[in-house]
């Protein structure tokens, strides 16, 4: 995001307090831009993306500014959901940041028993480009399985005509990578409802375990812990549609 903004519906809109509280916070010099008290809550100021390292309020950095998008390492066992019972991704994050608007919503799903890579973004314009069958933007996913291979399942998911049970559409070709007699790499470029799992249902198999490790170029970085989350750059977005 770039531009200017009131700091009061900037701050309001970043969940930090209504209109009035976050003209309180300013009033009670909690509110510094550049190491000064800012005493106007009503003025527009310019939303760049070094604002964070420019604006403390209680000496803490302000939230990252909209225009945001999380790389996030999904643990198995939580939800990609706003509404269900139990552990949510929406969870992993600050409190605050769920009165955000724009709101951060993820970018498709994974399953509550998938971990990996999913990212999560305030930008409906990127989440739609990302998602979109357009894109062709291909998931990446590490499949531990029940049975061997039967031995055709690569050439079936390959040929474009596979139809999930339930469904019409036959999918889209997918790429299948042999691991071992029971692991294997899927590369698909639909979102369908639980694709992979089904995919291997299809051919008599069960997914046990089910891991996304990279989306087009952008892989999980090894350095983030299940439940962890950093904000992606302009390079990983990129990398997403390379
Ligand atoms: N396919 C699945 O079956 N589950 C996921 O979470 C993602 C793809």
Redesign the pocket.
Known sequence: MSGTARLDKLLANLGYGSRNEVARLVRNERVLLDGTPVDDASARIAVTDDLPTRMTIDDEPLDPIPGLTLILHKPIGVTCSHRELGPLVYDLLPDRWRRRDPAISTVG???KE?SGLLLMTDDGALLHKIISPKQHVT?H?LAQLAQPLRGDEAALFAAGELILEGETKPLVPADLQVLSPTSVRVTVTE?RY?????MFAAVGNH?ET?H?DCIGKLALPADLEPGDYRQATAADIAAIFS
């Open positions: 799903r994974l399953d998938t998931k996913y979102g639980h694709q992979v799992r089904r997914v089910l996304r």
